[in-house]
């Protein structure tokens, strides 16, 4: 069965310094992996997806993420942090032995000083 | 503006009650979900439907049930067989679900419910 982990629930960062916010999958089979960011009290939005095509992944809000199958890792960067991107971020992946459904990671929140 | 509504955005209920959320998607999407949020465990499937009039129990359906009657309605019960019913409540649809396992899950804005 397939699985995430994000490493670290909190990460904290300056503004305009690197984000690198971490996701391990396990999967037996390819997987389809997934990023999705929440604000406080709202719903999940997609940020990207790989789905086995390009191993580097562009999103929205200039954030992207690699995916690295030898390192079973899929972590998101953004070169420069904004007030804007504090929020939860989810990593996921796709269930395929169980109709496609999403397992997701427990979370990381991302704070940004001033 | 095509989108997924949840109502209510916050509920309160008794002990021993049951209480229903709404969930309405104007996308025409097949399939929707249901995930319930508690701080620092991620999202966890309640129920999903990948057709109208058919559903399938997720990781955590105990205490919970819910009707698919029309494509575009996708109401959850929660029980009072829910122990721990106090949680954040998503909503989310994709265009084919199973038959697509790429399909991007959208989500609503949620139900915060409080159980007194």
């Known amino acids: 069965a397939q699985s995430v982990t994000q490493l670290g629930s909190h990460v904290s960062v300056s503004e305009g310094a690197l984000v690198l916010l971490r996701c391990n999958y396990s999967?037996?089979?390819?997987?389809?992996l997934f990023w999705y960011v929440q604000y406080p009290n709202q719903g999940l939005q997609l940020l990207l997806k790989y789905t086995s095509a390009a191993t580097l992944v562009k999103g929205i809000n200039g954030f992207e993420a690699e995916f690295k199958k030898s390192e079973t890792s899929f972590h998101l960067t953004k070169p420069s942090a904004h007030m804007s991107d504090a929020a939860e971020y989810f990593c996921?992946?796709?269930?395929?032995?169980?109709?496609?459904?999403?397992?997701f990671g427990k979370g990381t929140k991302l704070s940004v000083k001033p | 503006d095509g989108g997924i509504t949840q109502s209510p955005k916050y509920l309160f209920r008794k002990e021993g009650q049951n209480v229903t959320l709404s969930c309405e998607q104007n996308l025409n999407h097949d399939a929707m979900y249901w995930y319930r949020q508690d701080p620092g465990q991620g999202l966890r499937l309640i129920y999903y439907?990948?057709?109208?009039?058919?559903?399938q129990k997720g990781d955590i359906a105990e205490g919970y049930s819910v009707s698919r009657e029309k494509k575009e309605s996708f109401p959850l019960t929660v029980t009072s067989a829910q122990k721990n019913p106090t949680a954040f409540y998503l909503c989310a649809s994709s265009i084919e679900g199973a038959l697509l396992s790429t399909d991007t899950q959208y989500f609503g804005p949620g139900t915060r419910l409080t159980v007194l």
């Open positions: 439907s990948q057709i109208v009039n058919d559903f």
């Open positions: 996921a992946v796709s269930d395929r032995g169980s109709q496609g459904n999403l397992i």
């Open positions: 999967s037996s089979v390819p997987p389809y």
